[in-house]
């Protein structure tokens, strides 16, 4: 096991992966839609809010331990799902899913993942979450949740900002796809890339494990080209949602809430979570950031008197962020880029890195912030001038009350 301590903060990861990871798949994951107002804003409005600094407060026994619906989380951190994971690292949502369990926090597996269902469920003990992108294809569909059922998955994630694309342009420049089009300048790139190209070459996984021999007719890249650029559904709606629910029968979140309205049709649904994302900028540029829409959200939801859990996802790099979500009442939060950083850079090493600092940096921040346990932390813990603007001045009243 390499020596990460000099390995202080994702930020050190991010630039090791960009070192080591073929441009595609970096700039897959270090990139959003259109002019990435979104993605940048995820981050900077995490920046603008400040703590208070408490002192002579007894600082023993803090605790970041926690539940994210009912699962035992040792910080209100869950790994979230990601496309492409496994073009980070050789079998990369294998080595995610490890030093998630080691680590005590739940992993969440994409619908595009290169490791399929079965290959977390052979590879791991504790149980992880699926992520549903819902296809034009709904034979496929049944079998995929079935698939998720036999797995033992202990949660579905319904994925609800995905019935369209969002442009990408780096990913249209790279010719994005899994495995790599041999092309001039992919060729190129990989010779400067020895080390992820000797662990590709001792994997059989090289493309998308939960599509390829589970769709029909699709057996090669060209094909699951044409497949995937087809399936999205965008007939996708809130009466859908019952439907899936019930041949889930387990529990559920739906991701992708961005306004009050929707969070309170989640919590009608009978959903047990819902996040709060804007899919890291990937989908709609010029929208709010997470960290912005979050505080309506909670209040939206709190009108309702429901007792759907709402997390955070999107643009969280840091503990301190972390921190920050759940004093303004996130109950729990998600990791795409800062994991997929510290996999691109030192494979499951790297991932259990990243939650080693994340985790370090919410304890110590909470502490100087003159609290013992997150699950006691309120926005009294931030200076006020500095997110009254990402909350809502006015109580919220719900247009959809009856």
């Given at each position: 096991?390499?020596?990460?301590?000099?390995?202080?903060?994702?930020?050190?990861?991010?630039?090791?992966?960009?070192?080591?990871?073929?441009?595609?798949?970096?700039?897959?994951?270090?990139?959003?839609?259109?002019?990435?107002?979104t993605y940048r804003n995820n981050e900077s409005d995490?920046?603008?809010?400040?703590?208070?600094?408490?002192?002579?407060?007894?600082?023993?026994?803090?605790?970041?331990?926690?539940?994210?619906?009912?699962?035992?989380?040792?910080?209100?951190?869950?790994?979230?799902?990601?496309?492409?994971?496994g073009m980070m690292w050789a079998d990369g949502e294998?080595?995610?899913?490890?030093?998630?369990?080691?680590?005590?926090?739940?992993?969440?597996?994409?619908?595009?993942?290169?490791?399929?269902?079965?290959?977390?469920?052979?590879?791991?003990?504790?149980?992880?979450?699926?992520?549903?992108?819902?296809?034009?294809?709904?034979?496929?569909?049944?079998?995929?949740?079935?698939?998720?059922?036999?797995?033992?998955?202990?949660?579905?994630?319904?994925?609800?900002?995905?019935?369209?694309?969002?442009?990408?342009?780096?990913?249209?420049?790279?010719?994005?796809?899994?495995?790599?089009?041999?092309?001039?300048?992919?060729?190129?790139?990989?010779?400067?890339?020895?080390?992820?190209?000797?662990?590709?070459?001792?994997?059989?996984?090289?493309?998308?494990?939960?599509?390829?021999?589970?769709?029909?007719?699709?057996?090669?890249?060209?094909?699951?080209?044409?497949?995937?650029?087809?399936?999205?559904?965008?007939?996708?709606?809130?009466?859908?949602?019952?439907?899936?629910?019930?041949?889930?029968?387990?529990?559920?979140?739906?991701?992708?809430?961005?306004?009050?309205?929707?969070?309170?049709?989640?919590?009608?649904?009978?959903?047990?979570?819902?996040?709060?994302?804007?899919?890291?900028?990937?989908?709609?540029?010029?929208?709010?950031?997470?960290?912005?829409?979050?505080?309506?959200?909670?209040?939206?939801?709190?009108?309702?008197?429901?007792?759907?859990?709402?997390?955070?996802?999107?643009?969280?790099?840091?503990?301190?962020?972390?921190?920050?979500?759940?004093?303004?009442?996130?109950?729990?939060?998600?990791?795409?880029?800062?994991?997929?950083?510290?996999?691109?850079?030192?494979?499951?090493?790297?991932?259990?890195?990243?939650?080693?600092?994340?985790?370090?940096?919410?304890?110590?921040?909470?502490?100087?912030?003159?609290?013992?346990?997150?699950?006691?932390?309120?926005?009294?813990?931030?200076?006020?001038?500095?997110?009254?603007?990402?909350?809502?001045?006015?109580?919220?009243?719900?247009?959809?009350?009856?």
């Amino acid at each position: 096991m390499k020596d990460l301590k000099k390995i202080t903060e994702v930020e050190d990861l991010r630039r090791v992966a960009e070192r080591k990871v073929p441009r595609m798949f970096y700039d897959y994951v270090d990139s959003g839609s259109w002019t990435e107002t979104t993605y940048r804003n995820n981050e900077s409005d995490f920046d603008r809010i400040k703590l208070r600094q408490r002192v002579l407060v007894n600082m023993e026994g803090r605790s970041l331990a926690t539940n994210m619906i009912g699962t035992p989380a040792s910080m209100p951190v869950a790994i979230a799902p990601t496309g492409f994971t496994g073009m980070m690292w050789a079998d990369g949502e294998i080595h995610a899913a490890r030093a998630a369990e080691k680590f005590g926090v739940p992993f969440s597996l994409s619908t595009m993942s290169i490791c399929s269902i079965e290959d977390i469920a052979e590879n791991t003990n504790a149980p992880f979450w699926f992520q549903l992108y819902v296809m034009r294809d709904q034979e496929y569909v049944s079998n995929l949740i079935q698939r998720a059922k036999d797995a033992n998955c202990s949660a579905l994630i319904l994925t609800a900002d995905l019935q369209v694309l969002g442009q990408r342009h780096k990913d249209i420049k790279n010719g994005l796809s899994a495995p790599p089009r041999p092309t001039f300048a992919n060729i190129v790139n990989l010779m400067t890339k020895p080390q992820w190209c000797m662990n590709m070459l001792g994997t059989k996984r090289h493309t998308f494990g939960n599509i390829v021999g589970h769709a029909k007719g699709v057996d090669d890249l060209s094909s699951l080209t044409a497949w995937t650029e087809e399936q999205f559904d965008p007939r996708l709606s809130w009466d859908d949602v019952a439907r899936i629910k019930d041949m889930w029968g387990g529990k559920l979140i739906i991701k992708g809430i961005m306004e009050p309205e929707d969070a309170i049709m989640a919590a009608r649904s009978g959903a047990d979570a819902l996040v709060v994302s804007n899919h890291g900028g990937r989908q709609l540029d010029g929208a709010l950031s997470s960290i912005a829409a979050l505080a309506d959200i909670v209040q939206a939801v709190r009108a309702e008197n429901s007792n759907i859990e709402v997390w955070l996802d999107s643009g969280i790099r840091s503990g301190q962020d972390v921190l920050k979500a759940i004093s303004l009442g996130a109950t729990g939060t998600m990791i795409g880029r800062a994991f997929l950083y510290g996999l691109g850079a030192y494979g499951e090493d790297g991932v259990r890195r990243a939650l080693e600092i994340i985790y370090k940096e919410c304890d110590i921040s909470m502490a100087f912030c003159g609290h013992t346990n997150i699950n006691q932390v309120a926005d009294d813990i931030l200076v006020k001038g500095t997110y009254e603007q990402l909350k809502s001045s006015q109580p919220y009243i719900s247009p959809l009350r009856w």
